[in-house]
């Protein structure tokens, strides 16, 4: 059974210039991930220290 997560990849790698982060969603099946990247992005500060996206921002601050 495949299993779905939201990931946001923070290193300075994923960062655009304007400093905002693509969300992906991993997709685990039959021992293999893969990522499919999103039409959102994010700002890191918006990211929580466990790699999630802050409550109180969800939803406010997504650029599409």
Same mark, same amino acid.
């Given at each position: 059974?495949? #299993? =779905?997560?939201?990931?946001? =990849?923070?290193?300075? &790698?994923?960062? &655009? $210039?304007?400093?905002? #982060? !693509? +969300?992906?969603?991993?997709? *685990?099946? !039959?021992?293999?991930? $893969? *990522? /499919?990247? #999103? $039409?959102?992005? +994010?700002?890191? !500060? $918006?990211?929580? &220290?466990?790699?999630? +996206?802050?409550?109180?921002?969800? !939803? %406010? %601050?997504?650029? /599409?």
């Amino acid at each position: 059974m495949a #299993t =779905f997560k939201p990931v946001v =990849f923070s290193s300075a &790698k994923h960062l &655009k $210039q304007d400093g905002t #982060t !693509n +969300i992906k969603i991993r997709i *685990y099946h !039959n021992s293999s991930t $893969q *990522y /499919v990247p #999103t $039409q959102y992005y +994010i700002s890191p !500060n $918006q990211l929580l &220290k466990s790699g999630s +996206i802050a409550e109180r921002r969800r !939803n %406010c %601050c997504l650029r /599409v």
